[in-house]
């Protein structure tokens, strides 16, 4: 991250000529290597950029907090920051940032690599507050995930969402809390279970687990038990992250899934997959699943 010490028509010209990219007030970057960045990355050099600027360090929240965390959201990032201030404070939003005057406990601020920022378990209340349904339980859904390490329970979000009563937004929060689950294990999965619930399909039950002769086949994303049918969201991430792949081929991958499928198959489901343009688009997914023989149960 290279700052103002040039002078201001050197780094101007260089911005001009797409050698530098500015990514925040006196801070600046190399074009290659912001560009390779994700959105979640950006968003935290933009955070660490105004962090050491500040002369009092901000409480960076909601989805700058987030994308510290390294939580996943659905719809885009906003370039702004998200802060939180006092809730006396006069200080308005202005210019790159967002100021959420609504306090924070000093038990809900952690620090990241020299930033503060809100606790993942207040981060999540935070986002089902002001973020779209989908995003947050994105987000409460990766928080609470079975197979991360670092992961939260569910009592941890119900506490601090029961501390901070009475708050802004608390039914719509508490709406997310009790929506989310530990078992979704991607984005896709947990978009795709908003929709099937924001449609009027029956829920399905999540990660059921398959076996045959041979022993354990695997888990379902989705299983509908009446209707004796998986559902699979899958997303670029099963074919081409390389947590997921764990050194395989793309035919090696492709090969496998089609094995575990035929063995679920072989004992008598009927199986249905959609990807993210499917999974995330209730128009389409709507009909995808009408044809896979589920019906609407309730309007909604």
């Not at 290597?33 to 950029?49: G, S, V």
């Not at 809730?87 to 939003?93: D, E, G, I, L």
């Not at 499917?278 to 709507?286: A, E, V």
């Amino acid at each position: 991250m290279r700052k103002t010490g040039n002078s201001a028509n050197a780094l101007t010209r260089a911005v001009r000529r797409d050698e530098l990219a500015r990514i925040a007030p006196g801070s600046y970057m190399s074009r290659q290597h912001w560009d390779a960045l994700n959105e979640i990355q950006r968003t935290t050099q933009r955070a660490r950029a105004a962090s050491e600027r500040w002369k009092s360090a901000p409480v960076f929240s909601h989805w700058t907090a987030a994308a510290i965390h390294g939580i996943p959201l659905i719809g885009a990032w906003p370039t702004r920051l998200h802060v939180i201030v006092d809730r006396a404070s006069t200080v308005r939003s202005r210019g790159e940032i967002v100021r959420h005057a609504i306090g924070v406990d000093a038990d809900d601020v952690v620090l990241i690599d020299g930033m503060l920022v809100t606790s993942v378990a207040r981060t999540v209340l935070d986002l089902a507050v002001d973020s779209t349904f989908m995003s947050a339980v994105t987000a409460a859904d990766f928080a609470l995930c079975h197979k991360r390490e670092t992961r939260i329970e569910k009592a941890t979000l119900a506490e601090v969402w029961e501390n901070r009563l009475p708050f802004r937004g608390h039914v719509r929060a508490r709406r997310v809390l009790e929506f989310a689950t530990h078992l979704a294990e991607s984005p896709l999965e947990s978009g795709s279970r908003v929709n099937i619930h924001l449609l009027g399909f029956p829920a399905p039950e999540l990660q059921v687990e398959w076996r045959d002769y041979r022993g354990l086949i695997g888990y379902s994303d989705f299983f509908w038990r009446e209707l004796n049918r998986v559902g699979e969201a899958d997303g670029r991430a099963k074919y081409f992250d390389d947590e997921l792949t764990r050194g395989r081929s793309l035919t090696q991958i492709l090969f496998d899934e089609k094995i575990r499928e035929d063995r679920i198959r072989a004992l008598g489901p009927g199986f249905s997959r959609w990807d993210w343009d499917i999974g995330m688009n209730p128009r389409r997914l709507k009909p995808f699943l009408l044809a896979a023989g589920l019906t609407i149960v309730t309007r909604r």
